[in-house]
């Protein structure tokens, strides 16, 4: 198994759209193309669904050690709405500790526009995920 | 129209399975039954489909006057992992200021346990939404 | 030593001039009076004073099981500006685990008004700290 | 009057020690050297004195346009332990609206290690303030 196919088990965040780009050790990119299920009542991409797309680059970036890692607060900023195109969510993990991680993930838009921001922290259980620890070098 | 109309004009939130309960004045109360599609990759509901149950809790609390709030910020606490059932989830507004909205969510599953907790901030546009302000009662 | 002896081995919350005036199990008060020195420069409490007063009821109501715990990250909300008179921070735990806290803390001014929110989240590590752990009634 | 003058009426972060190096457009540094009266019962630099020097950087970015900034919420991510030398913030403003500004700040050590990362909220009034806006270039 590969830490692609263990987070394609993620059945949330396939109905949401989200594509898993690359995963490197401690980083991750994904995206979602905004279709018409992802706008709220304002005809604009809803907070949940950003959110999901950018918990799962967290997840792929604090899980690429293979040690379980959940997430126990995260928050997020939106800077401004979008309507359609792709949005980018770009992981990069700040903090690798033993017991506890924390990432930051960037959402743009098509033009490199920042959309929002994110922040999560990660609790590490003991428990190896079945897939080997992605080297440095960002993959597939 | 009503806010009920309004919100279930969030296609997002109807696809994750979010149903709003009641809508009072600065409160509201929604849930969603896990089903498999919320599940992530361990098999336990997705942090992004709780993050849309509080977030429409919050939509409702904070338009219940009627006046356009768009969430600048929010932050969420996971604190047990469910994988069956329903969960619900209570907003009150704890802030509500001309230009400015802060809210508290809690997340509990069916035996009233606290599944998450959400807080958002919120900022107001002149824009008046088109229904009629909700007074103290909660309503429907 | 008791855990007020003990919290009160912080030299930077006894500079701002914090006092703890209750610590239950999983619970804490503490109070600070506004005095020229928490002035900004447009003459209300300073948010790193508030915070402070924040972090040492917080401080207090998560290490009252004697385990030492550690905030790893917390988030502050601001609702109106202060700039007399006391303010007053009760912190209650909302998840108590074996390596995890959450904790609330809601910080008020004399006419009992909302001046901001708090949350913490900690971790605790193996070390039990010298004194007993705090049992369910609050104390001194 | 400059903005660093008009920082520099801020007592509660003079008491703290921190002192402003830099402002430019949407950015700021300053520093803080730990010294006993910071330390917190384990002997190690307190959140609270931590929070007060991002707190002034994340000031001094905000309101370098010269337009009265206000913070609604912040949240702060503690990775390390220190318990002497200069702690270094640097803000930097990430969206400056008319109304709304968000900043993230880093907290470093003298090897340029993170200590610590702050992300803040402003809302932007009306008021303008007595300096003249900072241009792109940092200053003093």
Redesign the interface.
Known sequence: MTIKE????????L??GVELMEVGNGYAKARMEIR???????GV?????I??LA??AF?AATNSHAQ?T??????????Q?ESQGYLYAEAKE??NRK??S?C?VVITNEKGE?VA?F?G?G?RKEARLPFSPIEDKPTF
């Open positions: 263990f987070l394609e088990g993620d059945k949330f965040a109905m949401a018409p299920q992802h706008l709220n009542g304002g991409c809803q907070g949940g669904a959110f999901t918990d799962l997840a379980l959940l997430t126990i607060t995260s928050s997020i900023n939106f800077f709405a700040v903090l017991h506890l924390n930051e920042k921001t922040n922290t609790y």
